[in-house]
């Protein structure tokens, strides 16, 4: 009778296979880099399906495709960073850490609300939001699902209402106003950014 690792040992053998023209030492710590990875998501995630799991390492001919191009550039298996869902995910992986582009997203916002007056600061603050929203889009540790929510959240619909509010010639005049719109603002952001913590993956 089948057990629940077959499958498991289906998808090792496949990119042992698609690997075979990496030296055994690489291939072999490539195995078991893939193994270590997924014995510690089923671990973290008792209630994923496996196939589920095995979908998020991503085809065992891109993962050995990949191997196979960092062995070329000399580069090593990083431990326990399996491709996933692409061949660029490995690369990713290590460079930028998870709370980089949710810092991004959150604070630049703060420095334009304390000098709404100040160009460089609107410009700062747009500059690195934009730029955490690329590191958010590009990372590694959220799904696409997750990573579209956390764009529009932090960025899209904050810079709509923004946009809306400064160019409508009803929008409420004074200090007050502006003061409540930057605090539901931020607490939007820092939500959204808490949440994206929460749910990362690692």
């Not at 061949?87 to 992986?93: C, E, H, K, L, T």
Request: proline share 7%; charged share 15%; aromatic share 4%.
């Amino acid at each position: 009778m089948k057990t629940s690792a077959d499958p498991v040992r289906d998808y090792l053998c496949a990119v042992e296979r698609e690997a075979s023209a990496l030296p055994a030492d690489r291939r072999q710590e490539l195995l078991a880099d893939l193994a270590e990875h997924i014995e510690v998501t089923r671990a973290e995630r008792p209630d994923a399906v496996i196939g589920e799991v095995l979908a998020e390492l991503g085809d065992p001919r891109t993962i050995a495709a990949t191997a196979l191009a960092e062995a070329g550039n000399g580069t090593a298996w990083a431990a326990g960073a399996p491709a996933r869902g692409g061949a660029a995910a490995p690369a990713r992986r290590g460079k930028v850490h998870p709370l980089a582009p949710l810092l991004m997203l959150t604070l630049p916002f703060l420095l334009a609300a304390v000098l709404p007056d100040v160009p460089a600061a609107q410009l700062c603050s747009t500059l690195f939001r934009v730029a955490g929203a690329v590191l958010l889009c590009t990372s590694v540790h959220w799904t696409s699902v997750q990573k579209t929510t956390g764009v529009l959240l932090t960025a899209v619909l904050p810079t709509v209402a923004i946009s809306i509010w400064i160019s409508s010639d009803g929008a409420p005049s004074g200090d007050g106003p502006a003061l409540f719109a930057n605090l539901v603002t931020f607490a939007l952001l820092a939500g959204t950014t808490a949440w994206l913590w929460r749910v990362r993956r690692a």
